[in-house]
């Protein structure tokens, strides 16, 4: 691992003031230090962010909550108003990462980890996320596909957002406050994350030195909501595709919201908004769900070896839905 110099900021200025080229801000550490180990990374200074923002949840006034950047996964998984009030988040994160990750992990850091693609990681592999301009090693014939996008991604990326709590939050509607060297700002969700383009070295659309203070959740969706995650195996392994949902119905019968977002497809959480137009108004039954599943998946771009994970999304969402219409 290459030296490296620390310093603790205790506030978010000092922290902003830290920053510099070549800097990276440390929060539980559960990604940042692998890619480290890795070689990955490299930076020539870490700043310990965990005491510059807050790590307590909080009412908002307008009925919402707010979610300080420090909070260990385990306070909000295990945070009594958002088990009763927000369950889908709470899901997504038990669902995330292992008691001993979810200790350490924080909400701030959760959202800016990186992509697991084996080509990312791997240091001795082409890959534009790494080094833009050295190719796509994912893209090459015979490549392991098998957990990449097949949707939105481009000629210079394939590569997926890791992250469970990102999803739900997605579908949430949530917003991301942020404090720079240019002042602080609230980014939505989705908005947070970029898809790669040619720039896939840009996870999100966050400006150099600038650091999530907290996320801010709206009041309560009306409806009945789930998050859904499907694996390799049993243990905590990251999504082959999974989706948050929040589904609302009228006394009809027909559906009056829906709310979708899709994890494991993308290079950032994959916000359905085919799929929620096309399903508002029409009976709240399989053959609506399945056409307004078809409807979004028209977009997808399979990879050779990932083909399973469009019959996988289709299966997955119209199951979710059919669940919550009950």
């Given amino acids: 691992m290459k030296a490296f110099s620390y310093a603790r900021a205790s506030d978010t200025r000092a922290a902003v003031g830290e920053y510099h080229p070549g800097t990276a801000y440390l929060g539980g550490g559960t990604n940042l230090v692998d890619l480290m180990r890795l070689g990955v990374l490299a930076p020539d200074r870490v700043v310990d962010v965990t005491r510059a923002t807050s790590d307590s949840i909080e009412n908002s006034p307008d009925g919402g909550l707010l979610i300080g950047a420090a909070v260990r996964n385990s306070d909000l998984a295990t945070s009594r108003a958002v088990r009763q009030r927000y369950p889908l988040l709470a899901r997504a994160v038990l669902d995330g990462a292992s008691g001993q990750i979810r200790n350490m992990a924080t909400v701030g850091g959760n959202l800016l980890q990186r992509t697991r693609c084996p080509y990312f990681q791997d240091v001795s592999m082409p890959c534009n996320k790494r080094l833009p301009g050295s190719g796509c090693q994912a893209r090459a014939p015979g490549a392991d596909t098998e957990n990449l996008a097949i949707l939105g991604h481009s000629a210079a990326c394939v590569a997926t957002n890791p992250s469970d709590m990102a999803v739900a939050l997605t579908a949430l509607g949530a917003r991301v406050r942020v404090t720079g060297p240019d002042g602080e700002r609230s980014v939505p969700m989705p908005g947070l994350h970029r898809l790669p383009g040619g720039s896939p070295q840009r996870d999100t659309s966050l400006e150099p030195g600038e650091l999530i203070t907290a996320v801010e959740l709206p009041p309560p969706l009306p409806g009945r909501s789930a998050y859904r995650k499907v694996r390799g195996r049993a243990s905590f392994a990251f999504a082959l595709v999974s989706v948050a949902a929040v589904l609302r119905t009228g006394p009809d019968g027909t559906v009056s919201d829906c709310k979708l977002a ?31 599943t078809d409807e979004e998946l028209r977009q997808a771009r399979p990879l050779p070896g990932n083909e399973y994970k469009v019959t996988l999304a289709r299966n997955l969402i119209v199951g979710v839905l059919g669940e919550l219409a009950r």
């Fill in 262 to 292: 899709l994890g494991g497809v993308a290079h950032a959480p994959w916000r359905c908004h085919s799929a929620e137009r096309t399903v508002v108004t029409l009976p709240a039954t399989r053959d609506s769900f399945i056409r307004a």
